[in-house]
């Protein structure tokens, strides 16, 4: 009777038939808009932007954990606030990936990763199915990944293979780019290290979106009235304590005090639940569509691969957008149609 569904795979029903409109009558969702924030509000919408096919519970920016004693051995700023203004300068970031990767550490996990992070507040299509991730921000990203590379900071390995994991037990990764339930997740990999990590912002000034949870009606439940008013509690009068490590997509519960004194043990007690919906009130989520997955692993493949060979930005931006258009021709004609319709 009721859909949990990632942003990441939302394309594959936002642009189909089979999930209730919660703008109908017997929902009437409309009423809770003004409350609701606005990039979640319309991430939830049909591709052609005239239903609400599911609301988004809540939203992870993406954040930088770092391990805040080995940047103190180091000589580099171990306070979540110093830190993320010493890594507002690019040279900044990559003087402690260069001196890390002298002992086998590194601030990094794939070289492609830094163009991700840097640019991960856009969607791949504007709102006419037009793609658009080819700007100066991903020329300067690109050009900032050219310099790590040729400093040899990535290991070209992360913490979802076993050797990544043997490498994060033994203190090689310094430094991990997550969504905001990245802590959690570092306390089950890593126990032994609670106490040593550390949450902030993003290198280089940038302000990113990994994901949010969108709950849905499908059309042929047969308990609509009881999954609108599961939804209606949840979303809208059930203020978990429990629900941290992401932002809720309705306002009245963001800002709450007893939320943002939250102390994270991992984190050395850090108030971390502060630091996310600060980070989230500066980063906007984007709508998605059915093509998002396919197109990214071709932009993955073709930055790591550009990056690989030495061509220059505007080469690997302009091989990109041709390959997009060219692959995906039909599948962007068909949209289009649909947002016409």
Known sequence: DILIIDSNEYGEFNSINGLE???DDKYNATKYREDYDKELWELGKSIDKSKLLGLPIASA????YYRADIMESYGFPSNPKELAEFMRDANNWLEIGKKLKADDKY?????????????????????????QRDNE??????EIARKGRDLG???????????????????????????????SELE???????????VTALPFGAYGWNNASIISIPENSGNKDAAW??????????????????????????????????KNEFLGGQEDQRVYEELMSKTQEYSV???????????????????????????????IKSQVNSKFSKEIKILKNKIKV
């Open 289 to 319: 569509t059915p093509l998002d997955k396919a197109v990214f692993k071709l932009w993955d493949d073709i930055v790591n691969e550009g990056l690989e060979n030495g061509n220059k930005s505007d080469e690997i931006l302009a091989n």
């Open 188 to 198: 089950t990999l890593v126990p032994e290290q609670k106490g040593k990590w550390r």
């Open 229 to 262: 008013k599961f939804i209606e509690y949840y979303i809208f009068k059930h203020n978990d304590k429990n629900r941290l490590g992401n932002v809720s997509g309705y306002l009245p519960f963001r800002g709450v005090e007893e939320n943002l004194k939250h």
């Open 21 to 23: 409109n919660l703008l």
């Open 61 to 64: 920016p993406i954040v930088t």
């Open 153 to 183: 900071i990535s290991p070209y390995n992360d913490i979802w293979s076993d050797t990544g994991i043997k490498m994060l037990k033994e203190d090689k990764f310094a430094m991990l780019y997550l969504g905001s339930w990245g802590a």
């Open 107 to 131: 601030i990094v996990q794939w070289i492609g990763e830094i163009v991700r992070i840097s640019t991960s507040d856009m969607a791949y299509f504007d709102e006419n199915l037009e793609y």
């Open 137 to 142: 921000r991903f020329k300067e990203a690109i």
